[in-house]
């Protein structure tokens, strides 16, 4: 089997059901073949290791570890998901201290251990908030660290697909932006139905006024309703996602979603977000984003409630002040697009 890199991937939380897939569609994409499983739960680690070396697959150098030293060492790409799982009844946010004590810790022991890794996918929620924690700790370039956020954009597509009876591929260019939560911003300036721009076909009777916020609620409420309907959150679409993101930072094929990255320009200060990005063996690359002014305030809106979030971790003191950043991460002074 012929593989991207050579390089060495490491899958954080690998016991877990995002992880465990992960790493499965790491190998089955032909990633590269030494991919190293950390987790600090052994057993459920040791079994997905099993399972895995159990497929047969060829070529393949899997090893497994809860020595997050020996996990992270060589390590030169890495997508992490190990923060605690959301449940029934929570929001991301509600996972913010513990999930932002995880953060700290790894982004130290990214420094420490593996200062010379290409590029980190965190996806643990609040994602926006964990990757911000993980850039700042870690030392690294904001083109280094990114954060899921296409899934949302993948919910607006699949939503649009499913009102309007049409294959998926026939809507293109959905995109979400702002935060990875319920204040997300939903575009539609930006998406074609079958070849007519979205904008045009909403408020006539193909898609009334009513429908199109009742669709934007099912959007921004996507991760609940598989929590509703599998009774855990979701695991398929974040691992195969991410993955995907991670191939691309290799010199794969190009993601064709935004991601979350880290924004300092005169409109949005400081803060990990998702924008209109590009991913490839250079990092993240970002795009000004512009749609209508209704669009406009709704992120805008988004980008307060992620400071208020940073300034909330600011406040239980697991990040210094903004001013302080610098000493920790002299990147992050850096004017972005």
């Not at 994409?29 to 060829?58: K, R």
């Not at 946010?93 to 420490?112: P, Q, R, T, Y």
């Not at 074609?192 to 934007?216: H, M, N, R, S």
């Not at 400081?270 to 709704?298: F, L």
């Amino acid at each position: 089997m012929s593989y991207l890199t050579n390089d060495k991937l490491v899958i954080v939380g690998a016991a877990g059901m995002i992880g465990s897939n992960m790493a499965q569609t790491a190998i089955m994409m032909g990633l590269t073949p030494n991919i190293c499983l950390y987790d600090p739960y052994a057993p459920g680690l040791e079994g997905v290791a099993e399972e895995l070396l159990q497929c047969g697959f060829e070529g393949l150098n899997l090893t497994y570890t809860s020595d997050i030293k020996e996990a992270l060492t060589g390590a030169k790409y890495i997508v992490n998901s190990g923060g605690a799982a959301r449940k029934a009844g929570m929001t991301r946010e509600d996972l913010l201290k513990g999930n932002a004590a995880i953060a700290e810790e790894f982004g130290k022991n990214v420094k420490e251990y593996c200062p010379d890794v290409k590029h980190i996918v965190v996806i643990f929620n609040p994602a926006d908030i964990t990757g911000l924690i993980t850039l700042l700790y870690s030392g690294l370039k904001p083109s280094q660290v990114s954060t899921l956020a296409a899934l949302d954009s993948t919910r607006l597509r699949n939503e649009l697909s499913k009102y309007f009876s049409l294959p998926a591929d026939e809507i293109i260019n959905c995109r979400t932006y702002g935060g990875h939560g319920e204040q997300m911003a939903v575009y539609a300036s930006t998406t074609k139905v079958d070849g007519k721009p979205l904008t045009e076909i909403i408020g006539t009777e193909k898609l009334p006024d009513k429908d199109w916020e009742e669709l934007k609620v099912r959007v921004i409420q996507g991760g609940k309703n598989i929590i509703d309907l599998r009774g855990r959150s979701s695991f398929q679409s974040p691992a195969y996602l991410s993955i995907e993101m991670i191939a691309a930072a290799m010199g794969g094929a190009t993601f064709r979603w935004p991601v979350g990255t880290y924004v300092n320009n005169d409109r949005f200060s400081h803060i990990m977000m998702a924008m209109e990005t590009t991913v490839s063996k250079d990092g993240v690359k970002v795009t000004p984003v512009s749609g209508t002014p209704e669009e406009e305030k709704s992120l805008d809106q988004s980008y307060r409630h992620l400071c208020a979030l940073r300034d909330e971790v600011i406040s239980m003191g697991v990040m210094p002040p903004i001013s302080e950043w610098s000493k920790y991460n002299p990147n992050l002074d850096a004017k972005t697009c």
